[in-house]
T-cell receptor, first 114, second 112 residues
Framework: ETGVTQTPRHLVMGMTNKKSLKCEQH?????MYWYKQSAKKPLELMFV???????ENNSVPSRFSPECPNSSHLFLHLHTLQPEDSALYLC?????????????FGNGTRLTVT | DAKTTQPNSMESNEEEPVHLPCNHS???????IHWYRQLPSQGPEYVIH???SNVNNRMASLAIAEDRKSSTLILHRATLRDAAVYYC?????????????FGKGITLSVRP
């Protein structure tokens, strides 16, 4: 148990659907991250939030829309996705402003776009 | 971003020590060295981190070269549960923000 919970674990959606991924942590962390892990490729950082403010958008297409309503919750809203967006989406958290701190990852949402 | 280079894969025998190398020749003076591992069907898991001195914890040891251009993760007695992808990562800080950029990692296989 990592302390970071992601739902759903698996999601299949069509290209015209709208869906959302949810991430929740009760570790008291104030920094939250979305990463994408495609087959045979390294983890790609997508978004970073510090104290609910977005501090990093790593050139992510607008069909991915993050939301961070509070320090414990992070969402990734999906719409009009492409088949190449199929991947494992990982959420992580850590203490913000720490000199250095371990990232705590959830077990991810396996997304398939048909 | 400073990058790391790791071999693609390594095999080891159960209950023997394992040394996983990592090169990071462009590391800057303030970059921390992190190691994470990812077991099948799970998110990455923190293993250890360091700056200049060697570090030990219950999972592993981290040996950092004097010039900091390379490091080695040491698993003292490999078990079958240690089979995973191990990532060597540099943490780059810019003001209050920090970024951890993952590479492809090294796939460790453990033989019974």
């Amino acid at each position: 148990e990592t302390g970071v919970t992601q739902t759903p674990r698996h999601l299949v959606m069509g290209m015209t659907n709208k869906k959302s991924l949810k991430c929740e942590q009760h570790l008291g962390h104030n920094a939250m991250y979305w990463y994408k892990q495609s087959a045979k490729k390294p983890l790609e950082l997508m978004f970073v939030y510090n104290f609910k403010e977005q501090t990093e958008n790593n050139s992510v297409p607008s069909r991915f829309s993050p939301e961070c309503p509070n320090s414990s919750h992070l969402f990734l809203h999906l719409h009009t996705l492409q088949p190449e967006d199929s991947a494992l989406y990982l959420c992580a958290s850590r203490p913000a402003n720490a000199i250095v701190g371990a990232l705590h990852f959830g077990n991810g949402t396996r997304l398939t776009v048909t | 971003d400073a990058k790391t280079t790791q071999p693609n894969s390594m095999e080891s025998n159960e209950e023997e020590p394992v040394h996983l190398p990592c090169n990071h020749s462009t590391i800057s003076g303030t970059d921390y060295i992190h190691w994470y591992r990812q077991l099948p069907s799970q998110g990455p898991e923190y293993v250890i981190h360091g700056l200049t001195s060697n570090v030990n914890n219950r999972m592993a040891s981290l040996a950092i070269a004097e010039d900091r251009k390379s490091s080695t993760l040491i698993l003292h007695r490999a078990t079958l549960r240690d089979a995973a992808v191990y990532y060597c990562i540099l943490e780059t800080r810019t003001g209050a923000n920090s970024k951890l950029t993952f590479g492809k990692g090294i796939t460790l296989s453990v033989r019974p």
